[in-house]
Nanobody, 127 residues
């Protein structure tokens, strides 16, 4: 059984930084592409950042590409999302997703590529 678990969310002031972590068990981490998605109240879920199984390809949403970095630590089987200069509009539930069949390329990442999802973690940015 695949389990995906996010951590690191919370309340942060605008302009601050936050680093989210995600662990995935029950699948071969080394072979799995992964992604971060978010859903703000009243809005659809959107891709924030995705990374291929090898780490060689990453996708960053246009709205955050200058402020976030996605990385993975294979030894720790952990995915990270470093977010800097946070804005009020970054307030959302953040979800981690993983799938061994997802193909991440720099200009495309969609929730439909991923079968395994975490429960989500709340990030609140105060203005």
């Amino acid at each position: 059984q695949v389990q995906v678990l996010e951590s690191g969310g919370g309340l942060v002031q605008a302009g601050g930084s936050l680093k989210l972590s995600c662990t995935a068990s029950g699948l071969t981490f080394d072979d799995s592409s992964m992604g971060w998605f978010r859903q703000a109240p009243g809005k659809q879920r959107e891709a924030v950042a995705c990374i291929s199984w090898s780490g060689g390809a990453t996708y960053l949403a246009e709205s955050v590409k200058d402020r976030v970095n996605v990385s993975r630590d294979v030894a720790k089987k952990t995915l990270y999302l470093q977010m800097n200069n946070l804005e009020f509009e970054d307030t959302a539930m953040y979800y981690c997703a993983a799938d061994s069949l997802a193909v991440v390329v720099p200009d495309t990442c969609s929730e439909h590529m991923f079968d395994h999802w975490g429960q989500g973690i709340l990030v609140t940015v105060s203005s």
